[in-house]
């Protein structure tokens, strides 16, 4: 049985940087590939980052290229995402999600079998 549980949010100011993590509980996370989303009060959720099983595939929305990064330690069983020059726009609740195959598209969240709680991200 896989959970997801997310940590790190908060409230910065506009240039901050952030780190979130997730946690990943169960015995299969090296093979599975992880997402970010994000979801703002009165929007869709948003795919922000994804990584493949082993870090070799990295993608990132545009509106956060050069600004955040995704990693993850299969050993600790972590996901992470490093934000940095963070924004007001960049204010949502953020979402780690596992999926235990390639994703055809993985800015689809449907792509997605597993999500975590979400963690909250305030910048002013």
């Known amino acids: 049985h896989v959970q997801l549980v997310e940590s790190g949010g908060g409230s910065v100011q506009d240039g901050g940087s952030l780190r979130l993590s997730c946690k990943f509980s169960?015995?299969?996370?090296?093979?599975?590939?992880m997402g970010w989303f994000r979801q703002a009060p009165g929007k869709e959720r948003e795919a922000v980052a994804f990584i493949s099983t082993g870090g070799a595939v990295i993608d990132y929305a545009d509106s956060v290229k050069g600004r955040f990064t995704i990693s993850r330690d299969n050993a600790k069983n972590f996901l992470y995402l490093q934000m940095n020059s963070l924004k007001p726009e960049d204010t949502a609740m953020y979402y780690c999600a596992a999926s235990s195959r390639t994703p055809m598209s993985w800015r689809r969240y449907d792509e997605y079998s597993n999500w975590g709680q979400g963690t909250q991200v305030t910048v002013s």
């Open positions: 169960g015995d299969t996370y090296s093979r599975t590939c």
